[in-house]
């Protein structure tokens, strides 16, 4: 009878040789061009000599994934993010339908692929492009009907093209 082998469970420490996942991860933000990984390997480490993904730590690539993915920018406060929402809002619930339409959405462990209101939303509603520019918990029904109209919009642009 043949026994299988079973590949030991990944440790994680930002002090630690990259992972597998992050190397695959980073080349693929990367679309697999090799200049490009090479700048990134060089921006983290701050030495212009090294250009390899195994030679920089867990801690380090998670800089790089947090920066190819913009989610190095995301505020940590509800006062600083425009974003925050109220789940039991239908009008918060539509803005979020709208952006999972428009495929401009983030992984969430818990609800799987979401909405991207901490990132992408709050940075459209301090944008010139928001017809209403306060944070949406501050808004009222009508001005949040002017977000949602635009991000009709947005939707159907993106699923245009």
Known sequence: MATTKTKPPVIYG????ITTYQINTINRNCQWNVEIKEEWVQWVTGDSSRT??????QGEAVRIIKQQ??????PKTES????YFDNNN???KR???????ANIVVKNEKWGEVGDMLGWFNRFLKSKYSPVKKPLKQMTPQEVSKIIVALDGVALWKNSI
């Open 14 to 17: 930002d002090d630690l040789p």
């Open 69 to 74: 993915t913009g989610a190095a920018d995301i």
């Open 95 to 101: 803005i979020q339908a709208d952006l999972r339409t």
């Open 80 to 83: 600083d993010n425009w974003g």
């Open 52 to 57: 390899s993904l195994k030679s920089i730590t």
């Open 90 to 92: 239908p009008q918060h």
